[in-house]
């Protein structure tokens, strides 16, 4: 990805993704859904359930 940023965006529009498939009493709710990494393996963001949430929330 050109930038930190660029790819911050795809990893909250595929944890966003992710909401979609998640059922509620079915599957935990909690914790992260997307880590994103540098090409070395370190972590760099992860979006938890909460994040993605809100973020669908403000997203078209």
């Known amino acids: 990805m050109p930038s930190l940023e660029t790819a911050r965006e ?3 529009r595929c944890a966003i993704d ?3 498939d998640l059922q509620p009493g079915t599957d935990d709710l909690s914790g992260w859904l997307v880590r994103l990494r540098d ?4 972590l760099l963001y992860a979006i938890d359930v909460q994040e993605a949430k809100a973020a669908r929330l403000t997203r078209p």
């Open 39 to 42: 090409e070395n393996g370190e």
């Open 18 to 20: 992710l909401l979609v």
């Open 10 to 12: 795809e990893a909250v």
